[in-house]
C-alpha cells in the first residue's frame, strides 16, 4: 500500500500544505490560508507516496464520538491525475477508518468531482451550494 499516514507538522504535512495549495488554490486565485488549516493537529492526514515522494493528500476529521468521518481537502499533484491514485487513497482511507470503527465519510465535493464520488459509492446529500467560489455539493457513504 503506498497510502500512509503523515504526521501533523511533519515535513510530509508540509509537503501536503504545497499540494493542497497548487491544487486547491491556486487555480482559483486563492491561498491556503489559516482558516483551512484551524484545528489540523487533531485531523487525521493521509499520504500517497510513489517513490518515498508525496503526491496526493486528505484530511480525514473526526466527529466526536468517532462514528462519523469527514474528508477534507482530497488532492492530487497535477503530474499524476489521471492515474487513479485519488481512487486508491481513498479506498485505503475508508478501509483504515471502518477497521477504526466508523460507519460513514461525509464531504464536500466540488461539482466537478460528483462523478468520482459517485463512482465510489458516495451519494449527494442536499442542494449544490458555493463554497470558495464554486460549486459544492454534500455527499455521504456508509462504510
Request: with cysteine; hydrophobic share 35%.
Amino acid at each position: 500500500m503506498n497510502t500512509k499516514q503523515i504526521k501533523y507538522n511533519s515535513s510530509d504535512y508540509t509537503s501536503s500544505l504545497k499540494i493542497r495549495s497548487d491544487v486547491l488554490r491556486v487555480p482559483l486565485d486563492k491561498v491556503l490560508t489559516p482558516l483551512d488549516t484551524a484545528d489540523e493537529e487533531r485531523q487525521l492526514h493521509f499520504g500517497y507516496f510513489k517513490d518515498f515522494h508525496l503526491i496526493a493528500c486528505v484530511i480525514i476529521k473526526p466527529d466526536e464520538k468517532g462514528i462519523n468521518a469527514q474528508l477534507r481537502q482530497m488532492a492530487v499533484d497535477t503530474n499524476f491525475q489521471g492515474q487513479g491514485i485519488g481512487k486508491r487513497m481513498l479506498m485505503d482511507v475508508e478501509v483504515y477508518l471502518k477497521l477504526a470503527g466508523y460507519k460513514s465519510v461525509q464531504l464536500s465535493a466540488r461539482k466537478t468531482a460528483q462523478v468520482f464520488y459517485e463512482k465510489r459509492r458516495y451519494y449527494a446529500v442536499g442542494e449544490i451550494y458555493f463554497e470558495q467560489g464554486i460549486e459544492h455539493i454534500k455527499m455521504q457513504k456508509l462504510i
